[in-house]
């Protein structure tokens, strides 16, 4: 669970009625306010959960009479810090804003990035978003990875903020994001089915493992073909961490200037045209080639399918006409 916090907050618990059968976390996450399942799963792991005074796993099902006792480590969250950052929002109502987010921007504060995250900026633009959520989610309801790219929407209201978190948790929500991978991608579609898990020798590192890893899938479908490239749209059905990139990397076509899981950090132009890259070069692009185009779910509020799409940025539109130019397919 990290570092050693300065406070314990200890909560009891006695199961004085019947019900069906449920595992411990996700009736802890149902009974304790302002914590997620995952959250939850932590403090099982860690040892901070016992029923009738034991230790139990993620798996244990609740009984009639057990005595839950729950530590949960408190910390003191450092608050959001409001910073005027440019923004690009696509759309906005009384319980939403949806960002085109750019590249270079965490979605919010840690590990020692306290400022200059996509949640400053909101934190300038909209201070309610400061209050939904709680304090480390402060109405974010899902996340992008920092060089990615394109929509994300983020809660103004506490009431939409939990309803579309369970969309997001039961796979209602349309997800579509475009990529330009390394290498020539053999089938114009198939579908990734390759458990992901955290990397044993590398925690930032999300990896494949057929034991331990959690179910994962991505649709991927071709979108236009170049010597040595491949622009593809990937449909992930699940959301791990770093879904789309681990995937793509598990068949042998890394994205595109992805430092952790690809074979380079930048694409020059002078790479392109089979040149030697001159020195002092600019890069195309020199961050993972991957964007969140299009996002869809029903409006929590309204009932109605909303859509928001999010145009190529311009280092990645950039590279797909130079593709255009340099690396045609073969005829």
């Known amino acids: 669970m990290g570092a050693e916090p300065a406070k314990v907050e200890n909560v009891r618990i006695e199961v004085k009625k019947e019900m069906p059968a449920r595992r411990i976390d996700k009736y802890l996450a149902g009974r ?11 403090l099982i792991e860690a040892g901070n959960v016992k029923v009738n005074g034991a230790p139990v796993k993620c798996s244990y099902e609740i009984q009639l009479n057990d005595v839950i006792d729950v530590t949960i480590p408190v910390r003191e969250e450092p608050q959001i810090i409001p910073q005027e950052i440019p923004l690009h929002i696509l759309y906005e109502d009384e319980y939403m804003i949806v960002v085109n987010k750019h590249a270079d921007l965490l979605t919010h504060p840690g590990r ?14 909209a201070k309610e978003l ?7 989610r402060a109405g974010v309801v899902h996340r992008l990875d920092r060089d990615t790219t394109g929509v994300i929407v983020l809660a103004k209201d506490e009431e939409f903020h939990r309803k579309l978190a369970m969309q997001f948790e039961r796979r209602h929500v349309q997800k579509e994001y475009l990529a330009i991978v390394e290498g020539e991608i053999e089938l114009d579609s198939d579908v990734i089915d390759r458990p992901i898990g ?3 020798h590398d925690r930032e590192r999300m990896t494949i493992r057929h034991e331990g890893g959690r179910p994962s899938q991505t649709t991927y479908e071709v979108v236009e073909r170049f010597r040595g490239f491949t622009l593809v749209r ?12 681990v995937h793509l990397r598990s068949i042998g076509h890394p994205v595109v200037a992805d430092e952790m899981y690809g074979n380079s950090t930048a694409v020059y132009l002078s790479q392109l ?9 600019e890069p195309l692009l020199s961050r993972q080639a991957l964007h969140a185009h299009r996002l869809a779910f029903t409006h929590p509020m309204t009932q109605k399918v ?3 799409k999010a145009e190529l940025p311009p ?3 950039a590279l797909v006409e130079a593709l255009r130019t340099y690396r045609p397919p073969k005829k």
């Open 315 to 317: 280092d990645m539109q």
């Open 234 to 245: 990937c449909l992930p059905k699940t959301g791990r961490t770093h879904q789309i990139r």
């Open 306 to 308: 909303v859509e928001f």
């Open 273 to 281: 045209k089979g040149e030697t890259t001159l020195p002092g070069e």
């Open 198 to 200: 955290r990397h044993p």
């Open 130 to 136: 400061a209050q939904v959520g709680g304090p480390d």
């Open 32 to 42: 304790i306010p302002g914590h997620s399942r995952a959250f939850m799963q932590k």
């Open 112 to 125: 020692g990035h306290w400022s200059g995250t996509l949640l400053n900026a909101l934190a300038f633009y």
